[in-house]
Antibody, heavy 117, light 112 residues
Framework: EVQLVESGGGVVQPGGSLRLSCAAS????????MHWVRQVPGERLEFVSL????????YYADSVRGRFAISRDNSKNSLYLQMNSLKTEDSALYYC??????????WGQGTLVTVSS | DVVLTQSPLSLPVTLGQPASISCRSS???????????LNWFQQRPGQSPRRLIY???NRDSGVPDRFSGSGSGTDFTLKISRVEAEDVGLYYC?????????FGQGTKLEIK
């Protein structure tokens, strides 16, 4: 069974940093592209970032490019999102997702990020 | 980026009655490989999204057969043949090609 467990969320001041983690199990992690998707409660889901299975390719939404960095450690079956220069509009529930053929095959439970002074 | 527009945004339905959600794309979603990567997700209150349908009409394992997806090009539909209480929640369409992936704004299904 595919399992994705996010951690690392919390409350941070504008301009601060956070590092999110996602522990994956139940599938061949290194063969899977992984994404971060976020959701302001009650609002639209939004793609944040993606990384290929071997880490060779990354992609970012315009809203986070230059501030966020996605990475992975295939030896630990783990995905990360380093978030710097956080803004109030980055406040959301952040989901780790497994990509397969143009779709999100599995989702974690999410970790909440609140950016507030 | 591709814009997906869902309608209605709010869908009150009587138990046992059918329901239908539309998803329109700002451009054709037919990929050069011949596939159309249009997906549907359900998000029950307090839960993560769960995929129901992939590539327009393929139901995921464990999804009741009262859920069905259809459409082509720019117009897609999710249908529930007979709404049950457990179907309450938000429904999102999402496209996985062209890049970047984008979502519709969501449709809230509630019981009348």
């Amino acid at each position: 069974e595919v399992q994705l467990v996010e951690s690392g969320g919390g409350v941070v001041q504008p301009g601060g940093s956070l590092r999110l983690s996602c522990a994956a199990s139940g599938f061949n992690f290194e063969d899977s592209a992984m994404h971060w998707v976020r959701q302001v409660p009650g609002e639209r889901l939004e793609f944040v970032s993606l990384i290929y299975g071997d880490g060779s390719v990354t992609y970012y939404a315009d809203s986070v490019r230059g501030r966020f960095a996605i990475s992975r450690d295939n030896s630990k079956n783990s995905l990360y999102l380093q978030m710097n220069s956080l803004k109030t509009e980055d406040s959301a529930l952040y989901y780790c997702t497994k990509d397969r053929a143009g779709s999100y095959e599995a989702w974690g439970q999410g970790t909440l990020v609140t950016v507030s002074s | 980026d591709v814009v997906l527009t869902q309608s209605p945004l709010s869908l009150p339905v009587t138990l046992g009655q059918p329901a239908s959600i539309s998803c329109r794309s700002s451009q054709s979603l037919v990929h050069t490989d011949g596939n159309t990567y249009l997906n549907w997700f359900q998000q029950r209150p307090g839960q993560s999204p769960r995929r129901l349908i992939y590539k327009v009409s393929n139901r995921d394992s464990g999804v009741p057969d009262r859920f069905s997806g259809s459409g082509s090009g720019t117009d897609f539909t999710l249908k529930i043949s007979r709404v049950e209480a457990e179907d309450v929640g938000l429904y999102y369409c999402m496209q996985g090609a062209p890049w970047p992936y984008t979502f519709g704004q969501g449709t809230k299904l509630e019981i009348k």
